[in-house]
Every structure is written in structure tokens, then in C-alpha cells.
């Protein structure tokens, strides 16, 4: 089992950057792909990226392509989620998540352990 908390959220301007980080506590966070979601006021989760367990796959939505980057320590058990050229669209709560699927999954059922969430604001 693991447990994750996110922090690193925000507010920013458009245009701007911020790094989020999630902390995984558990033995066995080797093991787990890792994801990124987030949910905006009225909408469903969406998929945001996500990184295999041995970092070598990686899969992002179209909506963030080129713009944000994920990746994972595992000497610290931390996956970080680096957000550049931030949209107004980017707002939304945004969570760590993981799975014992051993490639990125973009479907939040595959996701057993979320964290709590970190706000990120994007003003325009």
C-alpha cells in the first residue's frame, strides 16, 4: 500500500510555471505507476499524464503535450509534475494517483491510492 500528499499548488499568471510534487510513503512505491489528474469546478477527473513504474513510458493528454513534464525520484519516492506556459484552463484541483498497471494509464478506475489534492489557479 502507499500514501501520497501533494503539494507545490498554487497561483500564477498565464504564461507562468509551477512544479508540483507528490511524496509517496510505503516500501513498495517502486512498484507503482504513477499518475496525474485533475478536476475542475463542475467537470469530471481528467487524465493529465502519467510515468511506468521504471520511468522508461510516459503518456500526457493532448491538452498539456509540450507544455508540462513529469517524472520520478525514486531515491526520495517522489513523482514531480513540472507545468510550464500555464492556460487559464489549467485551474483545477490537481491529484497524484497510483497503480499497479505497469504502463500509464489514462483511466482514473485503474487507480487504486489518490492523494488529497493540491489547487493550482492560473489568472488571465
Known amino acids: 500500500q502507499v500514501q501520497l500528499v501533494e503539494s507545490g499548488g498554487g497561483l500564477v499568471q498565464a504564461g507562468g510555471s509551477l512544479r508540483l510534487s507528490c511524496a509517496a510513503s510505503?516500501?513498495?512505491?517502486?512498484?507503482?505507476?504513477l499518475g496525474w489528474f485533475r478536476q475542475a469546478p463542475g467537470n469530471e477527473r481528467e487524465f493529465v499524464t502519467a510515468?511506468?513504474?521504471?520511468?522508461?513510458?510516459?503518456r500526457y493528454a493532448d491538452s498539456v503535450k509540450g507544455r508540462f513534464t513529469i517524472s520520478r525520484a525514486s531515491v526520495v519516492n517522489t513523482v514531480y509534475l513540472q507545468m510550464n506556459s500555464l492556460r487559464p484552463e489549467d485551474t483545477a484541483v490537481y491529484y497524484c494517483?497510483?497503480?499497479?498497471?505497469?504502463?500509464?494509464?489514462?483511466?482514473?478506475?485503474?487507480?487504486?491510492?489518490w492523494g488529497q489534492g493540491t489547487q493550482v489557479t492560473v489568472s488571465s
Open positions: 510515468i511506468s513504474w521504471n520511468a522508461d513510458t510516459t
Open positions: 494517483a497510483g497503480t499497479l498497471e505497469p504502463k500509464p494509464t489514462a483511466d482514473t478506475a485503474d487507480y487504486a491510492y
Open positions: 510505503g516500501r513498495t512505491f517502486r512498484r507503482y505507476t
